[in-house]
């Protein structure tokens, strides 16, 4: 079995290593190495499972050759071949018959092995050895572990970009209930917490070996950024996904919407898409004139609008600069998805869910393309009795959501469900910020919440000023 302490062990040897710096350095360390022993026990289990099982990877470079010996290579001749020979010989790595080599080709294009140390290195080596990932006590036992790891990361930079808590993913793909024969997708995947949710919602339904088959090719990922990328490749091997090449590296919105087409159409959208961030210039180009912003969130929003098959569904995490946005581009991206799609149902939850990455107010949005919105149900979410505010020692958790799950179905007003029609919508320029009408004891709008509000008028300033520029400079050029 797996100590507690494990992970904290190997962090404690990473800090004795002069190259290593920071948090975010010594989970991208670990990470591949951890990637290599997962693939390397799986695949062992392959061998001998099937007949002609041809490795990912060429034999000298399988971590049982270089790393399982505990007595084998260290100091300075372990530095020297990982660093000279086995990144090298990872990254050139060509097709063949195992679709993993290929994964594990992209997984190391911009990994490095951060520790100068080669003693210190085979100490970690020898740590991570003492993991069996084929004994499913372990298996469950590290999925915890990594969760952990991932909570821990408060002080690596903007990780609350690839972390949503386990609570919401869970309740998300709970209430949307992916079937067997539906694709699954996750435009901004992170780590892969909405997938790994996923399967284990699927894996209920598991009853024959083409029923995994069905499993093992219905999911879709994309993630930008190569670290959140490589956990969530590993993540999904954990999973039971053998060979996870739906799993790209890309940003999605550097496509232009009109590329795509029917194919890239799914059957279910599960995301909590970056929020609080500006994209590149440019990006917005990729969008059709009326939606175009910078904001991410929303541009997330126009992409899994056009993603969605009709009769599709999404369960996503957006902020509340989304819901109350007015004018420029935020109304018009508002009007569209209450147009083409039935947003049910709106979940609003506390500023700390996402504690201590960020205090900005997010809300769950549910909906299905295909049939307008009539009427939008809204959900206050509220904090355990006792408490002001979740934080890094008292998440939000999974039996929070009782009594979401309780009122799902009977869809009746409380203190905490209220309903509200289109024409009011409609009415107040597709603001859907709709406070509780049965809260009375409400405290006062926070400054977090004004800034947003200020944050979010400004945008829709910017966006108006941008499309009568480009109006004018339209007109310029025709005269």
């Known amino acids: 079995m797996i100590s507690s302490t494990l992970i904290k ?25 951890i990637f290599l022993k997962i693939l390397d026990d799986t695949e062992q289990e392959l061998e001998l499972m099937t007949d002609g099982y041809v490795p990912a990877i060429p034999a000298q470079y399988q971590w049982r050759a270089w790393a399982g010996d505990e007595e084998g290579l260290t100091g300075d001749g372990l530095n020297d071949f990982v660093n000279n020979d086995l990144f090298p010989a990872l990254r050139k790595l060509r097709g063949g018959t195992n679709p993993r080599t290929l994964i594990v080709r992209e997984a190391f294009e911009d990994s490095y092995n951060y520790m100068k140390s080669g003693t210190l290195l085979r100490q970690v080596i020898n740590k991570i050895n003492s993991i069996d990932f084929t004994v499913r006590a372990d298996r469950h036992q590290f999925n915890d572990l990594y969760e952990k790891l991932l909570k821990d990361l408060q002080s690596a930079g903007n990780a ?56 093992q090719a219905s999911l879709r990922g994309i993630e930008k950024k190569q670290l959140p990328h490589l956990l969530c490749l ?16 890309a940003n999605t919105l550097t496509r232009p919407l009109r590329d795509y087409g029917p194919a890239d159409r799914v059957d279910v959208i599960v995301t909590n898409p970056p929020f609080g961030g500006v994209e590149e210039p440019g990006i917005e180009q990729n969008f059709p004139q009326n939606v175009r912003t910078r904001e991410t969130a929303d541009l997330f929003l126009v992409l899994i609008m056009r993603l ?66 009539k009427e939008v149900w809204f959900f206050e979410h509220q904090l355990p009795s006792g408490m002001k ?72 300033v910017r966006d108006i ?4 520029r480009e109006t004018l400079m339209r007109t310029l050029r025709d005269d």
């Not at 972390?163 to 793909?173: E, G, K, M, N, S």
């Not at 590993?234 to 590296?249: E, F, K, S, V, Y």
């Not at 000023?465 to 009568?468: E, P, R, S």
């Open 308 to 373: 969605l098959k009709p009769g599709g569904r999404a369960g996503i995490v957006l902020p509340n600069g989304t819901l109350f946005g007015e004018g420029g581009a935020k109304e018009r991206i508002k009007e569209q998805l209450l147009r083409d799609c039935n947003l049910h149902t709106v979940v609003r939850l506390p500023n700390s869910v996402f504690s201590p990455y960020t205090n900005i107010a997010t809300n769950l949005l549910f909906f299905t393309k295909g049939e307008p919105t």
């Open 9 to 33: 062990s190997i962090q404690d040897v990473m800090r004795q290593d002069q190259g290593v710096d920071g948090d975010a350095q010594r989970l991208s360390q670990l990470v591949w190495m």
């Open 465 to 468: 000023l941008v499309t009568i």
């Open 389 to 460: 505010a979740y934080n890094r020692s008292r998440p939000i958790r999974v039996s929070e959501f009782d009594p979401e799950r309780a009122w799902w179905n009977e869809r009746v007003e409380s203190r905490q469900a209220w309903k509200v029609p289109i024409g009011d919508i409609i009415d107040r320029g597709y603001n859907l910020d709709f406070k509780n009408p049965h809260s009375f004891d409400a405290e006062e709008v926070g400054t977090d919440e004004l800034f947003e509000q200020w944050q979010a008028k400004q945008n829709s």
């Open 234 to 249: 590993t993540n999904m091997i954990l999973h039971g996904i053998d060979a996870p090449t739906a799993i790209r590296r």
């Open 160 to 215: 609350g970009e690839y972390y949503t808590p386990r609570a919401l993913t869970q309740f998300i793909v709970e209430m949307v209930n992916p079937q067997l024969d539906e694709t699954v997708l996750d435009p901004a995947c992170g780590t892969g917490g909405f997938l790994a949710n996923t399967i284990d919602h699927l894996r209920g339904q598991v009853k024959t070996p083409d029923d995994e088959a069905l499993l």
